[in-house]
C-alpha cells in the first residue's frame, strides 16, 4: 500500500491556461473521489468514480471541469480557461467499494491562478 | 440531506490539556462519522470513524470520540494535548452508498507550550 499519490504538488498558472492534474488511487480501491479545499474551509466533493465510471458531479463542477477515470485506474482532472477563483488545492481520495469505508487522500495538488 | 457543523474554528489549549473538539451531524438516516486530521500543505489524515459498532471510538494519536445520537454529536477528545496535535481537524459524515464524505468546515488546533 503505497498510498494516494497526486502529480504535481504544486501548480502555478496564468488567468485562461489549461492544467491538467493526475491522481493514482490505492491499486485494489475501486472508488476515486475528487474535493476542491479553498483556505480556511474544508474540502467540497466535485466528483466520484466507481471503476471507470463517473457516478456524480457536483454542481461546483462547471462545464470547464472534466474528470477521467479511463481504464479505472489512474484519474485526471483538467481545468480550461482557468480563472484566478479556481486557485486551491485538489485533492484526491481513494476507497474500496465496502459500504462506507473511510477515504484515503493524497497530498493534494496545489493549484495557484495567476 | 446530511450535513456537519463543527462549533470553533479556532481552539487554543495549553500542552498537557484537554483537546475538546465539537462536531454535530444532521442526518435522516443512522450516520457513518469520522474525523480526520490535516497538516499544512498535506491530505487528510484518518484519526477514528463511528460505523454503530460502538459509540465510544479509539482513534490514533489518543484521540477518541463518542456518539450522542440524542445530541446528534460526535465530539473529538484527547485527555493531554501535546504539540504535535497542533493541526486543522475536520468532523465528515458519509452520505449514503456512495461513500462521499460531506466535511465540516474545520477546527484549528493551537498547541500552547
Redesign the interface.
Known sequence: DTGVSQNPRHKITKRGQNVTFRCDPISEHNRLYWYRQTLGQGPEFLTYFQNEAQLEKSRLLSDRFSAERPKGSFSTLEIQRTEQGDSAMYLCASSPWTGNSPLHFGNGTRLTVT | AQSVTQLG?HVSVSEGALVLLRCNYSSSVPP?L?W?VQYP??????LL?Y?SAATLVKGINGFEAEFKKSETSFHLTKPSAHMSDAAEY?C?V?EGN?????????TTLQVKP
Open positions: 474554528s457513518y469520522f480526520y500543505n498535506q491530505g487528510l489524515q484518518l470513524k460505523t475536520f465528515a458519509s456512495t461513500g462521499k464524505l460531506i466535511f465540516g468546515q474545520g
